[in-house]
């Protein structure tokens, strides 16, 4: 129930950032949404820790009904997505990060290492993914049965059905 939905990924990496190391996962986050049915209408790189980072969060949740950003979700020194995305989001969404984290765990003990954080900034949401392709890759396919009623609900569309007879 994606089909037709907007959707920005963005990278926070020192590396991609530097032009010392390949977008991986920003791609393979790209090819997911697009398999999905997402319209991937920009993608982004900024450094890690840098005031940039919930600036970039807050310019593509105006152009993007869906923001994932991948990296700086663990414990490094440098590691402060979620912190900057928390300073931009109007809500947060603990449910989904929970989705997440299970998922993860379902696959490595180290996914209780990262901290990413689910929000929303108006109708947009965001999601914070691990660095790797891979955990990526599973933190957000863990979220597919739910998001395209997630996205739905934020853009208003909170009608239920009449009860049925």
Request: charged letters at 15%; proline letters at 7%.
């Amino acid at each position: 129930m994606t089909k037709g939905l907007t959707a920005a990924v963005l990278t926070v990496s020192d590396g991609v950032a530097g032009g010392t190391r390949l977008d991986g996962t920003g791609d393979a986050l790209d090819d997911l949404l697009t398999a999905e049915g997402f319209t991937v209408v920009r993608r982004a790189v900024v450094a890690d820790h840098s005031p940039a980072v919930s600036a970039t969060i807050v310019a593509l949740a105006g152009e993007a009904r869906l923001v994932v950003t991948t990296g700086g979700t663990g414990f490094g020194p440098r590691d402060h997505t979620p912190e900057a995305t928390r300073e931009v989001i109007d809500r947060e969404a603990p449910g989904l990060a929970w989705l997440m984290l299970k998922a993860g765990l379902d696959s490595t003990p180290m996914a209780a290492l990262s901290r990413g954080l689910v929000g929303t900034i108006g109708s947009s949401l965001v999601v914070n993914l691990p660095g790797s392709p891979k955990g990526a890759v599973e933190n957000l396919t863990a979220l597919f049965p739910v998001l395209g009623h997630a996205l739905e609900l934020l853009a208003g569309h909170t009608e239920h059905s009449p009860p049925p007879g």
